[in-house]
């Protein structure tokens, strides 16, 4: 049996430069369907690290938001080290266009327009209570002053 190799354990976490979105890699399914796995990376890996609550809260809203700027997002599910997401997409993106769009989606996210986390409650959410609206507030505009790359290791600010 071969040995699988999963392409973010050989990623040399200390020479990125967060936040970021990369493409990880462009899978063909045996019926010719293709999908696009995006690194989005939006804290330093092994320096901070969203709290649950705040990442949770990310997670609902750019479920909705994200798909409402563009076509093709099948999920968004957060890293174990809680520093980012996963993007999979049916559509190819190249980084800088997904970087202006979550730019453009933490806008929203900073903004006094969102009031409410969605699908929050327990028939909705498997962990309704561990949401911080506020935190993912703050992550937002903290994740903007810094600027999104669409370079993980050279700083190319959209």
């Known amino acids: 049996m071969s040995e699988t190799v999963v ?5 040399d976490h200390t020479k990125v430069k967060a936040p970021y979105v990369r493409v990880i890699e462009t899978q063909s399914g045996p019926n010719g369907g293709t999908i696009t796995n995006y690194d989005l990376r939006l804290t330093q890996p092994n320096e901070t690290a ?3 609550g705040g990442l949770h809260t990310l ?3 750019f479920a909705g938001l994200v798909r409402d700027e563009i076509d093709g997002i099948i999920d968004m599910s957060p890293f ?3 520093t980012g997401f996963h993007v999979i997409s049916w559509v190819n993106y190249d ?3 997904l970087a202006k769009v979550f730019k453009k989606v933490l806008e929203k996210i900073a903004s ?3 009031t409410e986390v969605p699908a929050a409650e327990i028939e909705s959410c498997g962990n309704y209570k561990d949401h911080s609206l506020h935190s993912a507030k703050e992550w937002a505009k903290l994740i903007l002053a810094q600027g999104i790359s669409s370079d993980a290791f ?3 600010v959209v």
């Open 7 to 11: 392409e973010s354990f050989t990623l």
């Open 59 to 61: 997670e609902h809203l």
């Open 50 to 52: 969203i709290e649950t």
């Open 154 to 156: 050279e700083r190319h």
């Open 112 to 114: 006094d327009d969102i």
């Open 95 to 97: 980084s800088e266009t």
């Open 80 to 82: 174990g080290c809680r």
